[in-house]
């Protein structure tokens, strides 16, 4: 069973989920957001007809799901959930470790981007986040200034 916790900034975490296909990954984080209150259930069928469309996985083990343009009005608030597979997702020709589900307005996603790059640049950072079972280690590195 997943560990979850949520944090100040409306990030959720979902730890040490066993590896599904693709599609059931972003279904699962459509359904923590809708069962979070942030997003309405249309939003989550958006976000799998989204993937079908058009691969979310930016590569180093990251795949970031969310809506079509226009789905924006599913949105309730903003927040955002990180599913970690330790195992990976067979994903094309990559693996992913984290899937995010996205919900927040454009507005918004400054931050969050921003602090996504910072993640990325960090090799060694990212591996941890792929395996760790420290929740706290997992919220600190999210939720840094």
Same mark, same amino acid.
């Given at each position: 069973m997943a560990?979850? +916790?949520?944090?100040?900034?409306?990030?959720?975490?979902?730890? @040490?989920? +066993?590896?599904?296909?693709i599609m059931a990954a972003v279904a699962k984080a459509g359904?923590?957001?809708?069962? @979070? @209150?942030?997003?309405e259930q249309e939003y989550v069928a958006s976000m799998i007809r989204r993937e079908k469309l058009r691969s979310t996985y930016i590569g180093r083990g990251i795949a970031i799901s969310h809506g079509m343009p @226009?789905?924006?009005?599913?949105i309730q608030k903003t927040g955002i959930c990180v599913l970690q597979?330790?195992?990976?997702?067979q994903y094309g020709g990559g693996m992913v470790y984290l899937l995010i589900g996205l919900a927040i307005n454009p507005e918004e996603d400054d931050v969050?981007?921003?602090?996504?790059?910072?993640?990325?640049?960090?090799?060694?950072?990212?591996?941890?986040?792929?395996?760790? +079972?420290?929740?706290?280690?997992?919220?600190?590195?999210f939720n840094q200034n």
């Open positions: 560990d979850k +916790e949520k944090s100040a900034v409306n990030i959720s975490t979902f730890m @040490g989920i +066993e590896s599904v296909d359904n923590y957001l809708a069962a @979070g @209150g942030f997003v @226009g789905s924006e009005i599913f597979f330790p195992k990976g997702l969050f981007f921003s602090k996504l790059s910072d993640i990325l640049e960090d090799k060694v950072l990212l591996n941890k986040l792929f395996v760790t +079972e420290d929740k706290k280690f997992f919220h600190d590195v």
